[in-house]
Structure formats: structure tokens, C-alpha cells
């Protein structure tokens, strides 16, 4: 079912996007009505508008961001405030430097990306029809796609959606004899980088010499304690999946110690510890004496064997 989602919202076109939600419709009726109740702008990809060239589905910027704050989190407002401004101060300024480093044309992500769509360009075929317009199709299968390089448009929408040459617009650049690194989208260039971190974060100098004014001082709000220790990490969704770190105990049944049964502990059992036979265990013949020892079992789990020493 998961599969069936995922495939349904990675789709860049709509009919990609029809034919899995009619399949998972066959498996479960309530999940494909709830997914229909959800605007399909919020969660597939066929819905995203073209303009920021951006098919990412999952939140992970905050994800990323709220960790890196998550011990400044508990500070005052202004001091928290001053350690983001100069971890981005920071952050800025290495990541400038190693722009101005890079001698490529395209960033690293990007080309790998489009790497990965040159390599599963092999199955595809081109035929030219005029005005930069080409048919692509599969060797194997029956799909089709139009591509048209002088509008930079694909119809399954992955090179409109994400501004990378998706692998049918590359086996028309294959056929066409130029690289596709051409037409990779300018947001992804090494000079939009470059620019993007140009400016920087100006320094500044410390509370001390910050400039007066006749404003009264902002006090922080009245904090009340809660009962219990503090969370220190965010609240998590219902369904959404915990750290893998701790063994859950969600869909756990207590066993008892006393009976023996599922369902309850040894401090609410009510019935009698069932005693367990044991068979004794007779212990090697000892030739000097001409005895051996027996271990018998005894009540309880927690006492100590008694040893009987027994003549044959």
C-alpha cells in the first residue's frame, strides 16, 4: 500500500497519477478516498506549479533546521536569535568560498541527478519531427512522449517540473548530437550558487554597544512549569514513524511471570503460580563414594536446588 502511494505521488503526469490511484482503489476503498479528500497540489507532483522548478515532497528543510536549533530552542528570544544570525553568518561565508572553488558549470546534486537520467536514457528512442520536435519511445514498451527542445517541455513533466533533462528529452539531445548539460535550468548553474550568497551576513558588534532607546525594555512572558520533565523534541504526528534507535512498545502484550499467560503482569495475576515439572537430572557416579547427586526441582523459580546425596 505504502508502494502504491508513494508511486501515485512521485507521478509527474497525470495519467501516471490515475492509473495507481485506480490500483490502489482495487486494494483498499477507504485509503484511495481519503487520499481524494486531499488536494492533489498538497501531495502529488502532477499537481506542483512549473515555476520553482521543485518537485520535493517531503519537509525535510525544517526537519534539518529544527535540529540544528533544537539546543537553542530553550534559550532566551534574543539569544537565540544571535547564535542563527551567526551560525548563518558562517555558514554563508564557507559556503561562498567554496562556490568560488567549484569549476564546474552545473552544481554537484543537480548533476548527479542528471547523470542518473542519462543512464536510464538507454531504453528510449527519438525520431525527429521537425522544429526541434521528437517522438520519444520505449524499445520495450508501448510508451510515448513528445518532446520539444525549443520550449524546454516534456509531456511527462518531469523536465518542466524540475528543470533537469529527464531521460526522454535526453535521447532527443542524443539524436541531436549536443550535451545535456545545455539545457539544464539556470537555478541550478554555478552562477545562480554564486549569487544567491554573494551578499552575506554583515557582523555586529555586542549587546554593550548596541545604540539606547527610550522604548522600555522587552521582558520575556510569564513562564509557567508544566508537570513532568520537559520535552526537549517536537511532537510527533499519530501515524508518523519514531526513532529506530529504542525498541517500541507499541503493539506489545505483557506476559505474566506467575500463570504464564499473555495479556497481564505478575502484579495483577490472580491465579496461582503453575508449577512446572522438571525431570531431575541424575549427576555422574562417583566412584569413591559410590554416590550420586541429584539436583530436584523445586517451587519456585528464584530458590536455590536442593541436593540429595542418594546411595545406589
Request: hydrophobic share 35%; proline share 5%.
Amino acid at each position: 500500500m505504502r508502494d502504491i502511494m508513494m508511486a501515485a505521488a512521485k507521478a509527474t503526469y497525470y495519467e501516471a497519477w490515475e492509473s495507481k490511484m485506480n490500483e490502489m482503489k482495487e486494494v483498499k476503498l477507504k485509503a484511495y478516498e481519503w487520499l481524494l479528500a486531499i488536494p492533489t497540489k498538497c501531495w502529488c507532483k502532477h499537481a506542483f506549479p512549473f515555476y520553482s522548478r521543485c518537485d520535493v515532497l517531503m519537509n525535510n528543510l525544517s526537519e534539518s533546521f529544527n535540529a540544528t536549533i533544537l539546543l537553542q530552542r530553550d534559550k532566551p528570544i534574543i539569544t537565540m536569535f544571535e547564535w542563527i544570525r551567526t551560525y548563518l553568518m558562517s555558514r554563508f561565508a564557507s559556503l561562498r568560498e567554496s562556490a568560488m572553488r567549484y569549476r564546474g558549470s552545473i552544481m554537484p546534486k543537480p548533476l548527479r541527478r542528471l547523470d542518473r537520467e542519462i543512464e536510464k536514457s538507454g531504453s528510449w528512442c527519438a525520431t525527429y519531427a521537425g522544429n526541434l520536435r521528437f517522438e520519444v519511445f520505449h524499445t520495450y514498451l508501448t510508451d510515448k512522449f513528445i518532446v520539444e527542445l525549443n520550449k524546454h517541455s516534456c509531456t511527462c513533466n518531469f523536465w518542466d517540473l524540475v528543470g533537469i533533462p529527464c531521460r526522454h528529452v535526453i535521447a532527443a539531445i542524443r539524436l541531436k548530437e549536443d550535451d545535456p548539460e545545455n539545457y539544464v535550468h539556470r537555478y541550478y548553474r554555478i552562477e545562480k550558487y554564486r549569487e544567491c550568497y554573494s551578499q552575506g551576513i554583515t557582523p555586529i558588534n555586542g549587546q554593550n554597544m548596541w545604540p539606547k532607546t527610550n522604548y522600555p525594555d522587552i521582558l520575556p512572558p510569564a513562564y509557567k512549569r508544566g508537570p513532568g520533565r520537559p520535552k526537549k523534541l517536537r511532537r510527533r504526528e499519530p501515524d508518523e514513524t519514531t526513532s529506530t534507535n529504542r525498541w517500541s512498545r507499541t503493539r506489545t502484550t505483557n506476559r505474566c511471570n506467575v500463570c504464564l499467560e499473555y495479556g497481564h503482569n505478575a502484579r495483577t495475576c490472580k491465579k496461582e503460580r503453575k508449577e512446572v515439572a522438571k525431570e531431575p537430572e541424575i549427576a555422574p557416579y562417583n566412584q569413591n563414594s559410590g554416590q550420586a547427586v541429584v539436583e530436584l526441582a523445586t517451587q519456585g523459580s528464584q530458590t536455590v536446588a536442593q541436593k540429595k546425596m542418594v546411595n545406589f
